[in-house]
């Protein structure tokens, strides 16, 4: 029976007239992602690298996102053939692939995620979610259709090569990682240094130079502004640990330390 797939991350950001704002979501629980889903938010990142979340986890995420006008994007933890395989196969339709510092490595990441003999992708269509089981009509002809891919760069190196790394065709977004960026600058820490920031800004553009969508990583509000200011299509501003970490602090401040601090006054 034939069956449409849901629009991909480079078709929500070709369609918008403004930048688009989303958040990780990297406690891998699905109620979380659903809540997260439900909040307005145009994108979720779903991250595999930095945290525990396995590929159950990931499929009941994008199975409970996909009730929601949200674009769920999966950051694999590396530019590896056989987990991006996996991943697109429980229906991913749009990748982060981390680490991106050459041509050849964005490169990889395009064949990962490509049939032969446009790429390495192993063919398993009619056991995966990805095709709907073979419900989605001539999936294997244009699952390339279906995914979209974000290459992150994250290193002095992918600085360097940015404007080679987002000219690969098939590379559809360039994500900057300021966090990783400013380690490999020495810089451990310092994300808003003005070096790391000035880094970020030649990501920026490099990719508008080869018309691709670039975006960032910023928690701070005031720095998540400023790239939008300074032309990031796409920003991540915040995380579900993080979010839960400072409210939960905040609830501490207030109800445990305050009336402490007011007890051991008397």
């Not at 990297?26 to 439900?38: F, K, L, P, R």
């Not at 056991?127 to 760069?153: C, F, G, K, M, P």
């Amino acid at each position: 029976m034939p069956l449409r797939l849901t629009p991909t991350f480079r078709a929500a950001l070709a369609a918008s007239d403004r930048p688009l704002a989303g958040m990780w979501v990297c406690s891998g629980n699905a109620t979380i992602t659903e809540v997260a889903a439900g909040s307005g938010l145009d994108w979720l990142l779903l991250d595999m690298e930095h945290s525990a979340t396995s590929l159950e986890a990931v499929l009941t995420q994008l199975q409970v996102a996909a009730a929601y006008p949200v674009t769920p994007v999966v950051r694999v933890p590396w530019n590896d053939p056989v987990m991006i395989k996996r991943v697109l196969d429980l229906g991913a339709q749009n990748l982060i692939v981390p680490m991106i510092s050459t041509a050849d490595e964005a490169r990889a990441a395009v064949a990962a995620t490509r049939y032969p003999p446009q790429g390495v992708r192993g063919v398993g269509s009619a056991l995966a979610r990805s095709a709907r089981w073979n419900r989605v009509d001539d999936y294997l002809a244009d699952a390339a259709e279906h995914v979209s891919l974000t290459v992150q760069i994250e290193t002095t190196t992918g600085v360097d090569n940015a404007a080679e790394i987002a000219a690969v065709e098939g590379v559809d977004a360039v994500f900057v990682g300021p966090s990783d960026l400013s380690a490999s600058m020495s810089l451990l820490g310092q994300q808003s240094h003005p070096d790391v920031v000035a880094a970020v800004h030649r990501v920026f553009q490099a990719a508008r130079d080869a018309g691709t969508p670039v975006g960032v990583n910023a928690f701070d509000p005031a720095v998540a502004e400023a790239y939008l200011d300074a032309g990031a299509d796409f920003v991540a501003v915040g995380a579900d640990v993080a979010l839960l970490a400072r409210a939960s602090e905040a609830l501490a401040a207030r109800f445990v330390t305050a009336r402490t601090e007011q007890r051991d006054s008397y």
